[in-house]
């Protein structure tokens, strides 16, 4: 078993930058991803960024220059700096861990991206 624990979101202003947090405990295999997903109301989940264990990583377009995922695998955590927020990156965000046979989801954070 896996747990993640997410932190860091809140409400910020069009223009603003948060840093979102997930914390991983329990099993951690060697080889693994890590991402973060984000659901807005009504639509379907998706994935903003992802970062194996050997560091490479992988963004969604509507977020390529604005967003940076990074991992520190001795503390077992993931981050997400997020930049030059808009209001359509509101949405409740969720730490993903993958290893070869299995997936974990956070509980999710809200950022609110408003005025």
């Known amino acids: 078993q896996v747990q993640l624990v997410e932190s860091g979101g809140g409400l910020v202003q069009p223009g603003g930058s948060l840093r979102l947090s997930c914390a991983a405990s329990?099993?951690?295999?060697?080889?693994?991803?890590m991402g973060w997903y984000r659901q807005a109301p009504g639509k379907q989940r998706e994935l903003v960024a992802s970062i194996t264990s050997g560091g490479s990583s992988n963004y969604a377009d509507s977020v390529k220059g604005r967003f940076t995922i990074s991992r520190d695998n001795a503390r077992k955590t993931v981050y997400l700096q997020m930049n030059s927020l808009k209001p359509e990156d509101t949405a409740v965000y969720y730490c993903?861990?993958?290893?070869?046979?299995?997936?974990?989801w956070g509980q999710g954070t809200q950022v609110t991206v408003s005025s």
């Open positions: 993903r861990y993958d290893n070869t046979r299995y997936g974990y």
């Open positions: 329990g099993f951690i295999s060697s080889i693994n991803t």
